[in-house]
């Protein structure tokens, strides 16, 4: 049996649970999954609860995707490249291995008919979500990414850190009250918690005229899950932009994490239906 658990605060939002115990038992094996909420100020001694605890390993959450760092053995490249990590595993002589799985989810949640080498994407907050994004992104080939903010001045450790890691992307940052022309935007990517369940649900984080300006072929691609049709979504198909939504993002995230604990490939399938049965 797999004994795992995610970690982070709040987690009253989170199915996490729900979806890795559907991905297990369809490769046929039994998990228990705990929900373990923790703030930044309890991780210490919840590392060692976890290691101490018999547990296999845990996704992470906000706030404690970056911290999690600190208490790791080693990490694999698109946690390196990210800057996060949302995935731990404990292998039998208790030493954590950090991986990103968000940035497989981001890439693979987008369908395969979107073409975005040599384009521009915008990006709708700047936190450990948004340094996802940009790797998925920068995979895909996109040249330019401008990223909207509430607080520049906080942005600038993500900005700089991406800067440095992808020169041959040209980053700019905006404040989002004052947001410019989205004309050139090619994909329109939400990666901060507004319109979560739970948080901010009955807002977006821009404002409906921003879509004045939005480049008609731009898909809009909101990474928050829950509700699975965010007031960001709703607004974009009423406009008649493509959309994507986080829920597709959350259940490939989870498949590969599943991958990284057990060596095999649980149904995605099952996962979603599960996912969405919860909800």
């Known amino acids: ?40 100020e309890d991780l210490v001694d919840r590392i060692k609860y976890l290691k101490t605890n018999g547990y296999n390993g845990f996704n992470v959450t906000i706030p404690l995707k970056v911290p999690v760092s600190m208490f790791l053995n080693d990490i694999d490249d698109y946690a390196n490249i990210a ?15 950090g991986y990103n799985t968000d940035i497989y989810g981001f890439k693979k ?13 915008g990006i709708l907050g700047t936190g450990g979500a948004a340094r996802a994004a940009v790797v998925g992104l920068a995979e895909k080939g996109v040249k330019n990414i401008d990223f909207y903010t509430r607080n520049i001045i906080n942005s600038h450790q993500t900005v700089n850190y991406v800067r440095a890691k992808f020169p041959n992307i040209e980053f700019n940052v905006y404040q ?18 507004i319109g979560m369940k739970g948080y901010i649900a009955d807002q977006m984080a821009l404002e409906p005229k921003d879509f004045e300006t939005l480049n008609p072929n731009a898909p809009v ?4 899950y829950n509700p699975t049709k ?16 986080g829920l597709d993002m959350l259940i490939y995230q989870a498949e590969r994490a599943i991958e990284i604990w057990t060596g095999k490939t649980p149904d995605a399938k099952l996962m979603k239906i599960a996912a969405l049965e919860s909800l």
Do not use: W
């Open 1 to 40: 049996m797999y004994k795992l658990g995610i970690i982070g605060y709040p987690l009253g939002h989170s199915i996490s649970a729900v979806i890795q115990k559907a991905g297990l038992e369809s490769i046929g094996e039994e998990v228990q999954y705990d929900v373990l909420e923790t703030t930044a």
């Open 83 to 97: 800057g996060c990590v949302n995935t731990v595993k404990i292998t039998e002589n208790k030493e954590l291995m």
């Open 109 to 121: 949640a987008i369908p395969a008919d979107i073409s975005l080498n040599g384009k521009t994407a």
């Open 176 to 193: 989002i009250q004052n947001m410019r022309s989205l004309a050139d935007t090619d994909i329109l990517v939400n990666a901060t918690p």
């Open 221 to 224: 691609y909101d990474i928050v």
């Open 230 to 245: 965010t007031v960001l979504l709703k607004e974009a198909e009423k406009r008649g932009f493509k959309t994507i939504g």
